[in-house]
């Protein structure tokens, strides 16, 4: 359906804000434009101040739901998270093909993941960093928008990046696990780079301590029926890993 360019932007806006990224083929085909005409209102919206520029499309400016400083995730529930990570590797085998995604608990599983053949994709700067130097690891970097907040690769990029491999394993973390509101985010961004990297999976395992727990962030990332193992640690609430198991989820407790 033809529409005038102003009605064109603030449609086009509605769907960045709504979805947290937007690919330029994607407008195009969804507004029946050439993609040079969306490239130009997408020039628009940015000068504007209204959307980022990223490379082949545009994502939301994020104004609230901000995430937590990586530094200051990173000195919260330690142990936990060091008892999660040994747990996890115990789950991965020579061969294996495994997506960790940037959070704090996946830099744990880093920290001690063998040198082994595996290959391991990721969105994090500081997972890829710090497998680099094991030679029998094969490491593959999204690339995308660097979020400073959680040194991560976000955006179009990063999500076309993931959609050209397939890996039998997901180790994901998140900000919350709720028993009726599923898998969340604080940060829209982020949400849709984890809900790749559990599209290109076989078998999702989610890293989340006691903390997190029948919380309700700020964005869905998924519903339970998704998820088919949580690790979580010794002090999570009895009475929540009942609730889980209801969703045939197989929970492990490091």
């Not at 590797?89 to 993941?113: E, M, N, Q, Y």
Request: glycine share 6%.
């Amino acid at each position: 359906m033809w529409m005038l360019p102003a009605e064109r932007h603030k449609a086009i806006l509605q769907l960045i804000n709504t979805k947290g990224s937007m690919r330029v083929k994607e407008l195009s085909q969804l507004f029946d434009v050439t993609e040079e005409t969306v490239r130009r209102d997408l020039d628009n919206l940015e000068g504007d101040g209204k959307i980022r520029r990223s490379h082949g499309g545009a994502v939301r400016i994020e104004e609230d739901h901000s995430e937590i400083p990586y530094l200051q995730r990173e000195s919260e529930h330690i142990s936990e998270k060091e008892a999660i990570a040994l747990e996890a590797v115990r789950h991965i085998a020579p061969g294996d093909r495994i997506v960790l995604d940037a959070s704090t608990t996946a830099w744990h599983v880093a920290l001690v993941l063998p040198n082994i053949p595996l290959t391991v994709l990721t969105n994090s700067l500081r997972v890829s960093m710090e497998l680099a130097s094991r030679d029998k690891l094969e490491v593959i970097s999204t690339g995308g928008i660097v979020r400073a907040s959680s040194l991560s690769y976000v955006g179009p990029l990063a999500e076309e990046t993931l959609n050209q491999f397939h890996v039998n394993k997901a180790f994901l973390s998140c900000k919350g696990f709720h028993t009726e509101y599923g898998v969340s985010e604080s940060n829209a961004l982020q949400a849709l780079v984890k809900r790749k990297m559990m599209d290109i999976s076989d078998k999702l395992y989610l890293l989340a301590d006691h903390s997190k727990m029948q919380v309700r962030d700020f964005t869905s990332v998924a519903s339970l029926d998704e998820v088919d193992a949580l690790i979580t640690d010794a002090g999570a609430n009895p009475g929540h890993l009942e609730s889980i198991r209801k969703f045939n989820i197989e929970i492990i407790q490091a």
